[in-house]
Antibody, heavy 118, light 103 residues
């Protein structure tokens, strides 16, 4: 059974940092692209970043470029999102996601809340 | 930049009725369109990818079609668990969603 379990969320002040982690199991992690997708309270879905199966190629949403960095450790079956210079508008539930094909997500984590507020 | 517009924003229907949801792209996306269902308090669930390929475990009452810029998700007869928000997606872009609510 595919499982994606996020951790590392919480309350942080504007300008602060957080590192989200996603523990993957139930599939061959190093064969899949992975993504982070977020959802602000009461709003729709927003793609944040993705990373190639071997970690070499990655892309980020324009509004987070230079502030967020996606990475992975295939030896630990883990995905990460380093978030720096956080802003109020980054407040959202962040989902770890397995990519099936062309950014289509076939498995989602349960999501983790990040709240940026003073 | 491609923009996905979903309509209607809200669809009020009764169980057993047919639901027809639309997703329109600002330019052709060929067949690279996916649909997701999100129930309250849950993560999204993949319904269809590449326009009409049904994901694992999705009931036959769900169907999807379209090409180019106009796409449709149809639920032939609404079950209680189908009342949810539905999103279309093209690569890194999502539509704004259609909420299917009980009338």
């Amino acid at each position: 059974e595919v499982q994606l379990v996020e951790s590392g969320g919480g309350l942080v002040q504007p300008g602060g940092s957080l590192r989200l982690s996603c523990a993957a199991s139930g599939f061959t992690f190093n064969r899949y692209w992975m993504s982070w997708v977020r959802q602000a309270p009461g709003k729709g879905l927003e793609w944040v970043a993705n990373i190639e199966d071997d970690g070499r190629d990655k892309d980020h949403l324009d509004s987070v470029k230079g502030r967020f960095t996606i990475s992975r450790d295939n030896a630990k079956n883990s995905l990460y999102l380093q978030m720096n210079s956080l802003r109020a508008e980054d407040t959202a539930v962040y989902y770890c996601a397995r990519v099936k094909t062309f950014d289509v997500v076939d498995y989602w984590g349960q999501g983790i809340l990040v709240t940026v507020s003073s | 930049e491609i923009v996905l517009t979903q309509s209607p924003a809200t669809l009020s229907l009764s169980p057993g009725e047919r639901a027809t949801l639309s997703c329109r792209a600002s330019q052709s996306v060929r067949n690279y369109l996916a649909w997701y269902q999100q129930r309250p308090g849950q993560a999204p669930r993949l319904l269809f990818y590449d326009t009409s390929n049904r994901a694992t475990g999705i009931p036959a009452r769900f169907s999807a079609s379209g090409s180019g810029t106009d796409f449709t998700l149809t639920i032939s007869s609404l079950e209680p668990e189908d009342f949810a928000v539905y999103y279309c997606q093209q690569r890194k872009r999502f539509g704004g969603g259609t909420k299917v609510e009980i009338k």
